[in-house]
Protein backbone atom coordinates (compact mmCIF):
# COMPACT_ATOMS: atom_id res chain seq x y z
CA UNK A 1 0.00 0.00 0.00
CA UNK A 2 0.66 3.43 0.15
CA UNK A 3 1.92 4.08 -3.18
CA UNK A 4 2.69 7.10 -4.70
CA UNK A 5 3.09 8.10 -8.87
CA UNK A 6 4.25 10.97 -10.73
CA UNK A 7 4.46 11.10 -14.28
CA UNK A 8 6.38 12.31 -16.43
CA UNK A 9 10.05 10.70 -14.88
CA UNK A 10 11.43 13.33 -16.95
CA UNK A 11 11.36 16.10 -18.83
CA UNK A 12 12.98 17.69 -21.32
CA UNK A 13 11.84 21.34 -22.87
CA UNK A 14 12.71 24.60 -24.21
CA UNK A 15 13.24 27.96 -22.28
CA UNK A 16 9.79 29.78 -21.94
CA UNK A 17 7.86 26.64 -22.59
CA UNK A 18 5.11 25.37 -19.34
CA UNK A 19 5.77 21.73 -17.95
CA UNK A 20 2.92 20.29 -16.16
CA UNK A 21 3.59 17.31 -13.49
CA UNK A 22 1.44 14.98 -11.99
CA UNK A 23 1.35 13.49 -8.90
CA UNK A 24 -0.96 10.76 -7.61
CA UNK A 25 -1.74 8.68 -4.72
CA UNK A 26 -2.89 5.25 -6.15
CA UNK A 27 -4.04 3.23 -3.38
CA UNK A 28 -5.02 5.88 -0.57
CA UNK A 29 -7.04 8.92 -0.55
CA UNK A 30 -4.46 11.84 -0.22
CA UNK A 31 -5.69 15.07 1.53
CA UNK A 32 -2.55 16.82 1.28
CA UNK A 33 -0.04 16.67 -1.35
CA UNK A 34 3.36 18.22 -1.15
CA UNK A 35 6.15 19.80 -3.70
CA UNK A 36 9.81 19.63 -3.03
CA UNK A 37 11.91 20.49 -5.42
CA UNK A 38 15.83 19.01 -5.12
CA UNK A 39 19.11 20.28 -6.48
CA UNK A 40 21.87 18.02 -6.40
CA UNK A 41 23.71 17.10 -3.58
CA UNK A 42 21.15 19.13 -1.68
CA UNK A 43 18.29 18.26 0.32
CA UNK A 44 14.49 18.80 -0.09
CA UNK A 45 13.12 21.95 -0.12
CA UNK A 46 9.54 22.30 0.39
CA UNK A 47 8.02 24.08 -2.42
CA UNK A 48 4.06 24.54 -1.33
CA UNK A 49 1.56 22.53 0.25
CA UNK A 50 -1.48 21.90 -1.13
CA UNK A 51 -4.98 20.39 0.43
CA UNK A 52 -7.54 18.71 -1.83
CA UNK A 53 -10.09 21.50 -3.27
CA UNK A 54 -8.28 24.57 -1.41
CA UNK A 55 -5.62 26.94 -2.88
CA UNK A 56 -1.95 25.99 -1.85
CA UNK A 57 0.49 27.16 0.56
CA UNK A 58 3.38 28.14 -0.86
CA UNK A 59 6.88 28.72 1.00
CA UNK A 60 8.87 31.84 1.00
CA UNK A 61 10.51 32.32 -1.81
CA UNK A 62 8.68 30.29 -4.02
CA UNK A 63 6.41 32.26 -6.87
CA UNK A 64 2.83 31.09 -6.52
CA UNK A 65 2.55 32.73 -10.22
CA UNK A 66 5.12 30.29 -11.48
CA UNK A 67 4.76 27.10 -9.75
CA UNK A 68 0.76 26.57 -10.81
CA UNK A 69 -0.61 23.74 -8.02
CA UNK A 70 -3.78 22.25 -8.49
CA UNK A 71 -5.24 19.36 -5.89
CA UNK A 72 -8.51 18.91 -7.38
CA UNK A 73 -9.40 15.71 -6.09
CA UNK A 74 -8.08 13.31 -3.14
CA UNK A 75 -5.75 10.96 -5.59
CA UNK A 76 -4.63 13.79 -8.26
CA UNK A 77 -2.06 16.92 -7.51
CA UNK A 78 -0.38 18.58 -10.67
CA UNK A 79 2.44 21.28 -10.48
CA UNK A 80 2.72 23.06 -13.42
CA UNK A 81 5.91 25.06 -14.18
CA UNK A 82 5.50 28.08 -16.07
CA UNK A 83 7.60 29.90 -18.66
CA UNK A 84 10.57 27.38 -17.25
CA UNK A 85 14.11 28.68 -17.53
CA UNK A 86 17.23 26.44 -17.30
CA UNK A 87 17.27 27.88 -13.51
CA UNK A 88 14.15 25.56 -12.86
CA UNK A 89 16.21 22.62 -13.95
CA UNK A 90 15.45 20.43 -11.27
CA UNK A 91 14.45 17.06 -9.39
CA UNK A 92 10.82 17.67 -8.45
CA UNK A 93 9.33 15.32 -6.20
CA UNK A 94 5.36 15.05 -4.54
CA UNK A 95 4.68 13.04 -1.39
CA UNK A 96 1.20 12.63 -0.32
CA UNK A 97 -0.47 12.16 3.01
CA UNK A 98 -3.79 10.11 4.17
CA UNK A 99 -5.62 10.82 7.00
CA UNK A 100 -5.96 7.28 8.17
CA UNK A 101 -3.64 4.83 10.37
CA UNK A 102 -1.02 3.92 7.99
CA UNK A 103 -1.34 6.52 5.25
CA UNK A 104 -1.16 8.99 7.87
CA UNK A 105 2.52 9.70 7.15
CA UNK A 106 4.17 10.73 3.97
CA UNK A 107 4.62 8.77 1.48
CA UNK A 108 7.15 10.00 -2.19
CA UNK A 109 6.85 9.90 -5.75
CA UNK A 110 9.71 9.13 -7.79
CA UNK A 111 10.55 12.08 -8.58
CA UNK A 112 10.55 14.14 -12.19
CA UNK A 113 13.71 15.46 -13.60
CA UNK A 114 13.15 18.71 -15.13
CA UNK A 115 15.77 19.81 -17.56
CA UNK A 116 15.42 23.45 -19.29
CA UNK A 117 17.26 23.91 -22.21
CA UNK B 1 12.07 30.40 11.40
CA UNK B 2 11.78 26.30 11.63
CA UNK B 3 15.21 25.01 11.29
CA UNK B 4 16.53 21.43 11.42
CA UNK B 5 20.21 20.87 10.94
CA UNK B 6 21.80 17.68 10.38
CA UNK B 7 25.40 16.48 10.96
CA UNK B 8 28.04 14.86 9.64
CA UNK B 9 27.08 15.64 6.21
CA UNK B 10 29.32 13.08 5.17
CA UNK B 11 30.34 9.80 7.10
CA UNK B 12 32.37 6.72 5.42
CA UNK B 13 32.74 3.76 7.91
CA UNK B 14 34.06 0.17 7.80
CA UNK B 15 32.03 -2.85 6.90
CA UNK B 16 30.17 -3.98 9.97
CA UNK B 17 31.04 -1.14 11.83
CA UNK B 18 28.36 1.68 13.22
CA UNK B 19 27.05 4.86 11.85
CA UNK B 20 25.20 7.97 13.88
CA UNK B 21 23.59 10.93 12.21
CA UNK B 22 22.72 13.84 14.49
CA UNK B 23 19.39 16.45 13.78
CA UNK B 24 18.92 19.53 15.97
CA UNK B 25 15.71 20.96 15.98
CA UNK B 26 14.38 24.91 16.82
CA UNK B 27 10.80 24.01 17.45
CA UNK B 28 10.12 22.73 20.55
CA UNK B 29 6.31 22.12 19.19
CA UNK B 30 7.76 19.59 17.08
CA UNK B 31 6.00 15.98 17.78
CA UNK B 32 7.21 13.91 14.86
CA UNK B 33 10.99 12.89 13.49
CA UNK B 34 11.21 10.70 10.34
CA UNK B 35 14.31 9.38 8.94
CA UNK B 36 14.52 8.90 5.29
CA UNK B 37 17.21 6.76 2.81
CA UNK B 38 17.76 8.34 -0.34
CA UNK B 39 19.69 6.11 -2.97
CA UNK B 40 20.78 7.91 -5.67
CA UNK B 41 18.38 9.28 -8.22
CA UNK B 42 15.15 7.47 -6.40
CA UNK B 43 12.66 8.73 -4.19
CA UNK B 44 13.22 8.61 -0.40
CA UNK B 45 12.29 6.22 1.73
CA UNK B 46 11.02 6.04 5.28
CA UNK B 47 12.80 3.74 7.29
CA UNK B 48 12.09 4.67 11.08
CA UNK B 49 10.41 7.41 12.47
CA UNK B 50 9.96 8.30 16.76
CA UNK B 51 7.66 10.37 18.18
CA UNK B 52 7.76 13.04 20.99
CA UNK B 53 5.97 11.06 23.45
CA UNK B 54 9.22 8.11 22.65
CA UNK B 55 12.80 8.38 23.86
CA UNK B 56 13.95 5.46 21.63
CA UNK B 57 12.95 3.31 18.56
CA UNK B 58 14.89 0.08 17.36
CA UNK B 59 14.38 -1.82 14.30
CA UNK B 60 16.41 -4.47 13.77
CA UNK B 61 19.92 -2.84 12.70
CA UNK B 62 18.56 0.89 13.23
CA UNK B 63 17.63 2.64 16.32
CA UNK B 64 16.58 5.95 16.95
CA UNK B 65 16.62 8.16 19.96
CA UNK B 66 15.24 11.14 20.48
CA UNK B 67 16.24 14.23 23.92
CA UNK B 68 13.41 16.50 23.68
CA UNK B 69 14.90 17.89 26.65
CA UNK B 70 17.94 19.25 24.08
CA UNK B 71 15.37 19.41 21.09
CA UNK B 72 18.50 16.28 19.51
CA UNK B 73 17.79 13.55 17.82
CA UNK B 74 19.86 10.85 16.40
CA UNK B 75 20.24 7.74 13.89
CA UNK B 76 22.06 4.60 14.71
CA UNK B 77 23.05 2.25 12.15
CA UNK B 78 24.66 -1.22 13.60
CA UNK B 79 26.87 -3.45 11.71
CA UNK B 80 26.27 -1.23 8.43
CA UNK B 81 26.51 -2.89 5.40
CA UNK B 82 27.59 -1.73 1.57
CA UNK B 83 23.54 -1.41 1.21
CA UNK B 84 23.53 0.88 3.74
CA UNK B 85 25.10 3.64 1.18
CA UNK B 86 22.76 6.33 0.85
CA UNK B 87 21.70 9.96 1.51
CA UNK B 88 20.29 9.90 4.99
CA UNK B 89 17.76 12.67 5.80
CA UNK B 90 15.86 13.50 9.14
CA UNK B 91 12.86 15.85 8.92
CA UNK B 92 10.61 17.26 12.01
CA UNK B 93 7.43 18.36 11.76
CA UNK B 94 6.67 21.00 13.65
CA UNK B 95 3.07 21.66 15.86
CA UNK B 96 -0.13 21.63 14.33
CA UNK B 97 1.48 21.61 11.08
CA UNK B 98 1.53 19.34 8.35
CA UNK B 99 4.74 20.08 6.51
CA UNK B 100 7.64 18.39 7.34
CA UNK B 101 11.24 20.01 7.59
CA UNK B 102 14.31 18.24 6.31
CA UNK B 103 18.20 18.71 7.45
CA UNK B 104 20.91 18.69 4.74
CA UNK B 105 21.57 15.25 4.93
CA UNK B 106 24.30 12.95 4.91
CA UNK B 107 26.19 11.16 2.46
CA UNK B 108 27.03 7.32 4.26
CA UNK B 109 29.49 5.82 2.23
CA UNK B 110 29.67 1.86 3.86
CA UNK B 111 33.43 0.53 2.77
CA UNK B 112 33.90 -3.13 1.97
Known amino acids: GAVVSQHPSWVICKSGTSVKIECRSL??????MFWYRQFPKQSLMLMATSNEGSKATYEQGVEKDKFLINHASLTLSTLTVTSAHPEDSSFYICSARGTSGAYNEQFFGPGTRLTVL | GENVEQHPSTLSVQEGDSAVIKCTYSDSASNYFPWYKQELGKRPQLIIDIRSNVGEKKDQRIAVTLNKTAKHFSLHITETQPEDSAVYFC???????????FGIGTKLQVIP
Open chain 1, 27 to 32: DFQATT
Open chain 2, 91 to 101: AARFGGYQKVT
